[in-house]
């Protein structure tokens, strides 16, 4: 609870930004979905492909939705909801269909010998009895808006979520249970808030006008306390903060090393300028979801590594020795897309391959020659993104023969917990990770020096230097001051000795300014 109090602001930041997106969301599937429903429930042609189209969008997996749209209109907000309400359509688009479909018939056709409209027929006899249907309908949706808000923090939307990918990358199992609870008891409540509109016809009884007093009450009560706190998060969140405002936005990867560096590059402007800073931390995807952001202008900078550049960005091959030139690439950064490079800042963040000590002295492998002679002794477990690049394991094994007994493919994150857990027994690091010293790990030599480097630098839009000049000198004073060395070590203390990357960013910049004034 000590740990819930000292990131009350935190949460407090994340709970309003998921309430709403949540509510933003729930709206808009209810202004459509009850919309197309009563089309669906009309038009019989329309019923032959209405319902297929949203039955086959609610197949795609959410997150693969997610990266789809990201080419298209970006990360943030309004990704989030596009799939968002996509995802939530068809719980109400159904339920409505279905209740005015359930009608009982001899209702309408005594409606009919009345003289009753069309549309007093709709209003009267059809949405009524048909609103119990769309409302257990609204209920799935509200849950499952909720929860999926929770994946949204991937593109850098904001919410719990957050929290949750934070402590995945981090290594902090409070974050994680603090995100994954309040989830929970958000749907809860969420679930709970639209059955006092369903509890008793409620809202039935009230859109007939035959509502109790009590009735009346419950809903004026509940529809009060949620424009209360929908009120409440806009003022705390503050999301319509004026174009004229002078900010950036920095982005960072979904890595303990990139929420450093991504804190690190973002006090530097605060502490030297008066310009806002927006911090858009963790996005997931890293570079592939990114790269079209800082494009589109969605956000301003963020730490890059010169071999991810080179080859999933710019597209280019290596030659024989492997080496990236910078000034090269900096040039076609600038030529194809407008962003510049301002340096490098020290660290060389490449791709290696690590056993156990005791697997290294047991069978003497020291190279991945070695590793790849014995590869049938060994599970290798390894991030998505290792399996797909060019630049990692389908190169790799055109140079080393690996034959690993098996392949295990997971998050990031999770390669060193299964490596733990004994699930795999040899894993892809990178030579600042924190968990090599941890586990004892051993690191072997690319004797055949296929992985190239993946030094660090800060890349920023050239629109953005040209907006905010003063910005340039004090990140660029960066430049070779994060050796791999300290980057392990700043790493270590955020993965295993649980220290905020805020508060070790801001240790490293008091260090350096000490430093550079004696």
Do not use: C
């Not at 197309?36 to 086959?56: A, C, D, E, M």
């Not at 419950?218 to 004229?244: C, H, M, R």
């Not at 649980?498 to 000490?514: D, G, H, N, R, S």
Request: hydrophobic residues 45%.
């Amino acid at each position: 609870m000590d740990n819930l109090f000292i990131r009350r602001t935190y949460f407090f930041h994340l709970f309003s930004e998921h309430l709403l997106i949540s509510s933003l969301a729930v709206f808009f599937v209810v202004l459509f979905g009850v919309a197309i429903g009563v089309w669906v429930f009309y038009s019989k042609h329309s019923r032959t492909f209405v319902l297929p189209i949203i039955n086959f969008l609610y197949a795609i997996p959410s997150i693969a939705m997610f990266g789809l749209l990201i080419p298209v209109v970006g990360i943030g907000l309004r990704n989030a909801l596009i799939v968002m309400i996509l995802y939530g359509l068809l719980p109400i688009v159904r339920n409505t269909y279905t209740g005015l479909k359930e009608v009982p018939m001899q209702y309408v056709e005594v409606a009919r010998s009345l003289g009753a409209t069309p549309f007093q027929l709709f209003k009267k006899i059809y949405f009524p009895l048909a609103l119990p249907s769309i409302l257990s309908g609204l209920r799935i949706t509200v849950v499952m808006v909720i929860a999926l808000t929770g994946l949204a923090a991937l593109i850098g939307a904001g919410g719990l979520g957050q929290a949750i990918f934070r402590g995945l990358n981090t290594m902090n199992t409070f974050l994680i249970v603090a995100g994954s609870l309040g989830i929970s008891l958000f749907a809860i409540l969420g679930d709970s808030y639209v059955g006092v509109f369903e509890k008793n016809n409620n809202l039935q009884h009230m859109i007939s006008h035959n509502a109790t007093k009590k009735q009346k009450i419950e809903i004026v009560l509940n529809t009060s306390l949620l424009f209360i706190l929908i009120i409440g998060a806009l003022w705390y969140t503050n999301p319509f903060a004026g174009s004229d405002e002078r900010s950036v936005t920095v982005a960072s990867k979904p890595t303990s090393e990139q929420f450093i560096l991504g804190e690190i590059v973002a006090q530097t402007i605060e502490n030297h300028t008066d310009i806002t800073v927006y911090r858009k931390f963790g996005i997931g995807g890293g570079t592939t979801n990114i790269q079209p952001a800082i494009l589109s202008g969605k956000i301003d900078l963020y730490v890059e590594y010169t071999g991810t550049a080179w080859m999933s960005v710019l597209k280019e091959k290596l030659d024989s020795s492997h080496l990236i030139s910078f000034e090269k690439l900096a040039r076609s950064y600038q030529n194809k897309y407008q962003l510049a490079w301002l340096g490098l800042l020290g660290l060389n963040n490449t791709y290696a391959l690590a056993i156990s000590q005791s697997d290294a002295e047991a069978r003497s492998i020291r190279t991945y020659s070695d590793l790849a002679a014995q590869s049938s002794f060994f599970d290798f477990g390894a991030e998505f993104d290792f399996f797909e690049r060019p630049d990692a394991y389908n190169g790799l094994l055109k140079i080393y023969p690996f034959m690993f007994r098996s392949l295990h493919e997971m998050d990031i994150n999770l390669r060193y917990s299964a490596f733990e857990e004994g699930k795999v027994n040899a894993i892809d690091a990178f030579t600042t990770d924190a968990k090599i010293e941890a586990l004892q790990l051993s690191v072997l030599e690319d004797d055949k020096h296929y992985f190239p480097s993946y030094e660090a630098g800060i890349v920023i839009r050239e629109a953005t230097l040209d907006r905010y000049p003063e910005i340039r000198p004090f990140l660029t004073r960066l430049n070779g001051k994060i050796s791999t060395a300290a980057m392990r070590k700043m790493n270590y203390e955020v993965e295993i000795l649980q220290k905020k990357p805020k508060a070790v960013a801001a240790a490293f910049l008091k260090t350096l300014i000490e430093e550079s004034s004696h």
